[in-house]
Nanobody, 126 residues
Framework: EVQLVESGGGLVQAGGSLRLTCAAS????????WAWFRQAPGKEHEGVAC????????YYSDSVKGRFTISRDNAKNTVTLQMNSLKPEDRGVYYC????WGVGTRWYVMTLYDYWGQGTQVAVSS
């Protein structure tokens, strides 16, 4: 059974940092493209970042580029999202997602992903 479990969310002041971790089981990390999405209250899900399985190409939304970094550790079967210089608008529930077939430049399309975690809450105070 495939399981993705996010952790690391919490409350932080604006300008602070958080590190989210997605622990994967039941699959091999290197066989999948990985992404982080978020959903703020009353808003649609938004693709935040993606790292591909071949070459580790990364993609970021314009809203987080330069502040967030996605990475993966195949040995630990984890995917992390380092979030720096957090802003109040970064708040929401953050989800990790995995795709086997390769998302490429359409990495922000939710329906392409095969597996999802349950989410971790991020709150940023101003």
């Amino acid at each position: 059974e495939v399981q993705l479990v996010e952790s690391g969310g919490g409350l932080v002041q604006a300008g602070g940092s958080l590190r989210l971790t997605c622990a994967a089981s039941g699959l091999s990390l290197d066989d999948y493209d990985w992404a982080w999405f978020r959903q703020a209250p009353g808003k649609e899900h938004e693709g935040v970042a993606c790292i591909t399985k071949r070459g580790g190409i990364t993609y970021y939304s314009d809203s987080v580029k330069g502040r967030f970094t996605i990475s993966r550790d195949n040995a630990k079967n984890t995917v992390t999202l380092q979030m720096n210089s957090l802003k109040p608008e970064d708040r929401g529930v953050y989800y990790c997602a995995a795709d086997y077939w390769g998302v490429g430049t359409r990495w922000y399309v939710m329906t392409l992903y095969d597996y999802w975690g349950q989410g971790t809450q991020v709150a940023v105070s101003s």
